[in-house]
């Protein structure tokens, strides 16, 4: 049901309950207005976030949506919907207030449920941040199998502009851990994956890389 037959639903319940006397209607607009909420706040919360990354002005606002949007879809029951916007309450705290550790559980239960439901998208997004989280607290084996577990998901699903960004990730992640050649064969094997899918601000990441990664 698209956004616009959800309102007209909850119109219709909401006349059934006025007009009608239906009891029940009340309580069945609240899960049709959930269902519209849901995935509302969860894309203004993303929003916020790409606009965070351009000006890194935080906003706490971000947050308060992806809570919001945890809480609707785990009241819908919608396991996909609730992992997705677990995820960016970890990404929140990982990324905007630069607190890794805070945001590890949420990554791990976003994860657990994505995988739940094989919800590989989200699996991908979870895992690499888990992988940074690894990284930063000094676990570098298992920050490389879950960056690659990362990279592996999105090339499954074709996903091919998550896999480029995946393979830049680990291109800098083995730049920093002393294999300097593998980073290079790993940022020449992201820049053929975005330019055969327009990924045009990979492309950008890729090039910014090179002059930071020396083979």
């Known amino acids: ?13 909401f006349e059934a309950a006025m007009f ?6 009340p309580e069945r607009s609240d899960d ?3 269902a519209v909420e ?3 706040s969860l894309a203004r919360g993303k929003v916020m976030h ?5 000006d890194r002005e935080e906003n706490s606002q971000e947050l308060v949506l992806f809570e919001r949007a945890v809480e609707l879809y785990e009241r819908l029951g919608d396991a996909s919907g609730q992992a997705d916007a677990l995820f960016w309450v970890g990404c929140w705290h990982q990324v905007v207030k630069g607190d890794g550790a805070a945001g590890r559980p ?3 239960r976003s994860y657990a449920l994505a995988q739940s439901v094989d919800d590989r998208r989200t699996m991908s997004y979870a895992i690499r941040h888990l992988g ?23 090339r499954e699903i074709g996903f091919r502009a998550g896999e480029a960004a995946g393979l830049v990730a680990l291109a800098y992640f083995a730049a920093e851990t002393g ?17 055969s899918c327009g990924a045009k601000a990979v492309s950008g990441w890729i090039e910014q890389a090179r002059t930071h990664i020396r083979p």
């Open 1 to 13: 049901m698209q956004g616009q037959d959800w309102v007209g639903r909850a119109g219709e319940l």
């Open 20 to 25: 009608g006397g239906d009891a029940s209607a």
């Open 32 to 34: 049709v207005l959930d």
């Open 38 to 40: 849901a995935p509302l």
């Open 50 to 54: 790409v606009r965070f990354l351009e």
């Open 106 to 108: 949420y990554f791990e």
């Open 132 to 154: 940074f989280a690894d990284k930063d607290a000094g676990l570098f084996d298992r920050a490389r199998e879950r960056l690659t577990e990362s990279v592996t998901l999105r």
């Open 179 to 195: 294999d300097p050649s593998a980073a290079s064969r790993h940022l020449d094997e992201a820049e053929t994956v975005a330019e």
